[in-house]
């Protein structure tokens, strides 16, 4: 009984580079929500969409970084042309239902980018 | 803009010590508050409150909403080693279901 699979745990880019993060929900899971954790700060929303839908992506930056979540396969958070500033902990989180039902999210272990 | 605060920001107590961690928060709509542990990975969920004054408890950990005073505590009684983490607070407002996150307060509980 697996739960949120993201991928690769930990990942460096130099600047201007694309960064690809991967995230499989639990199974049954149609929810899956992206959070960015910057240091000595909390969790900030980024996006949450359902199957091959973006239902909110009001706390991602505008340019630069796009997510989907296809029919097929995981969800991507892709950030092209890195810079320092993206250097954060990006985690994935995924539910059955939409809300956080009785027992809230379930969170991946996250990917920590690091860009040099 | 949607806010939650944590205090303190970080604690170190001694093993067997029991510590109240606080939360505020200041939301258009609150549907729920959640508190999570954050060891060096993924956050893991403790409690969800939705009624005021209700707690809600698991072993050492227990928790309790004021929804007059918008806040909530997390008490950890007889606290141990493996407490140590960052515990984070957080608000569901019902808008997309996105959570409100504090920064979290860093538990230190030393031999």
């Known amino acids: 009984n697996a739960g949120v699979m993201q991928n690769p745990r930990h990942l460096v880019r130099r600047r201007g580079q694309e960064a690809r993060l991967r995230c499989s929900p639990v199974k049954g899971h149609s929810h899956v929500y992206w959070y960015r954790q910057l240091p000595e700060e909390g969790l900030k929303f980024m996006v949450y969409?359902?199957?091959?839908?973006?239902?909110?992506e009001s706390g991602m930056p505008k340019e630069r970084f796009s997510a989907e979540f296809p029919k097929e396969g995981p969800s991507i958070l892709r950030i092209q042309q890195v810079v320092r500033g993206d250097s954060a902990a990006y985690f994935c989180a995924s539910s059955q239902n939409t809300g956080t039902a009785n027992y809230g999210y379930t969170f991946g272990s996250g990917t920590r980018l690091t860009v040099v | 803009e949607d806010k939650v605060v944590q205090s303190p920001l970080s604690l170190v107590v001694h093993e067997g010590d029991t510590v109240t961690l606080n939360c505020s928060y200041e939301?258009?709509?609150?549907?729920?508050l959640l508190w999570y542990k954050q060891e060096k990975k993924a956050p893991t969920f403790l409690f969800m409150l939705?009624?005021?004054?209700i707690e809600k408890k698991s072993g050492r950990l227990s928790s309790i909403l004021d929804k007059k005073e918008l806040s909530s505590i997390l008490n950890i009684t007889a606290t141990q080693t493996g407490d140590s983490a960052i515990y984070l607070c957080?608000?569901?407002?019902?808008?997309?279901?996105?959570?409100?996150f504090g920064t979290g307060t860093r538990l230190q509980v030393t031999l």
């Open positions: 969409l359902q199957k091959e839908n973006i239902i909110d």
């Open positions: 939301v258009t709509n609150f549907r729920s």
């Open positions: 957080a608000v569901d407002t019902g808008t997309a279901s996105k959570l409100t």
């Open positions: 939705t009624s005021s004054g």
